[in-house]
């Protein structure tokens, strides 16, 4: 069975620092891997996601992502923490032949001024 | 124009009665889903329907149902409600199953009483 594990309940961050929200997986066959944020009582937003190919991808807001296949993690970073990032942080897995997308149990960003 | 929309976005309720929830997305998708958010903002899906068919159908009480007339709409009926059904029903849609990016729904508060 597929799973994801977002290890960190909460990260901390000053602004204009560099971020990173960790994100590991467990899946059979090859992944399909997503981080999508989610503001306060608002529904998630997708950022990125990995599905074959270079193993940075780059999103929306400034956000990126590497996949890292040996270490089985898809960790979301940001050169320069804003303000506006602090949310909700989800990374989720699927893969070939699945048909639902898991959830991890989300981060929450905090960055401060 | 709203991509994809709930009605309504709060619902206070009494145990014991029957809901609905709506859901209609513009964005001419094939797959829409039905996610429940506990308090402790878990995620966890629910159903998916792939134009008009139901393919995935979690493990969730009989007393949910879920109903799409269209490929536009996924609908949500809860009977008999109960205190633990107490969460956010997000709706969301996307083009394809797997690999697709899914883009939800603002959200249905349910408070049951």
């Known amino acids: 069975a597929q799973s994801v594990a977002q290890p960190e309940d909460q990260v901390n961050v000053a602004e204009g620092n560099p971020l990173t929200v960790k994100c590991t997986y467990s899946v059979s066959g090859n992944p399909y891997l997503f981080w999508y944020v989610q503001y306060p009582n608002r529904g998630l937003q997708f950022l990125l996601k990995?599905?074959?190919?270079?193993?940075l991808v780059k999103g929306s807001y400034g956000f990126e992502a590497e996949f890292n296949k040996s270490q089985t993690s898809f960790h979301l970073k940001k050169p320069s923490a804003l303000v506006s990032d602090s949310a909700l942080y989800f990374c989720?897995?699927?893969?070939?032949?699945?048909?639902?997308?898991?959830f991890g149990t989300g981060t929450r960003l905090l960055v401060s001024p | 124009d709203t991509a994809v929309s709930q009605t309504p976005k709060y619902l206070v309720t009494q145990m014991g009665n029957d809901k609905s929830i709506k859901c209609e997305q513009n964005l001419g998708h094939d797959t829409m889903y039905w996610y429940k958010q506990d308090s402790k903002k878990f995620l966890k899906i629910m159903f998916s329907y792939n134009n008009k068919e139901l393919i995935i159908n979690e493990t969730v009480p009989n007393r949910f149902s879920p109903k799409s007339p269209d490929k536009a709409h996924l609908n949500l009926h809860i009977n008999s409600l109960e205190l633990g059904d107490s969460a956010v029903y997000f709706c969301a849609s996307s083009p394809g199953q797997g690999a697709r990016e899914q883009y939800f729904g603002p959200g249905t508060r349910l408070t049951v009483t």
């Open positions: 990995y599905i074959t190919g270079d193993n």
């Open positions: 989720a897995v699927s893969h070939t032949g699945f048909q639902k997308l898991v």
